[in-house]
Nanobody, 126 residues
Framework: QVQLVETGGGLVQAGGSLRLSCSAS????????MGWFRQAPGKEREFVAALFRTGYNPFYGDSVKGRFTISRDNAKNTLYLQMNSLKPEDTAVYYC???????????????????WGQGTQVTVSS
């Protein structure tokens, strides 16, 4: 089992920045692939960013590439998402996800992740 808790959401003006954190606990957390997804009202859950369990190459969704940065501190069992140049269309609930057996080709698929946090709201005002 893996438990995930997100923090760091809030209200920010367009062009501003936020950093989300995801604290992970449980067995084999250090071997988990981890990622961020988001869901806006009335929309499907969208891939934002992820790190495969080897942690070397980040993956990003097209809408956030160049603005968001995913990173991981294994000593603290924490995943981060630095969000810069925020836009109103980034408004959503952001979820942290983890999986211990994720295969490389599934890294962008939300259905492939077994463990989820409760989500944190990010609101970007125009």
């Amino acid at each position: 089992q893996v438990q995930l808790v997100e923090t760091g959401g809030g209200l920010v003006q367009a062009g501003g920045s936020l950093r989300l954190s995801c604290s992970a606990s449980g067995q084999s957390v250090s071997r988990a692939s981890m990622g961020w997804f988001r869901q806006a009202p009335g929309k499907e859950r969208e891939f934002v960013a992820a790190l495969f369990r080897t942690g070397y190459n980040p993956f990003y969704g097209d809408s956030v590439k160049g603005r968001f940065t995913i990173s991981r501190d294994n000593a603290k069992n924490t995943l981060y998402l630095q969000m810069n140049s925020l836009k109103p269309e980034d408004t959503a609930v952001y979820y942290c996800a983890a999986d211990l057996r994720l295969i490389y080709s599934d890294i962008r698929r939300h259905a492939a992740y077994d463990y989820w946090g409760q989500g944190t709201q990010v609101t970007v005002s125009s």
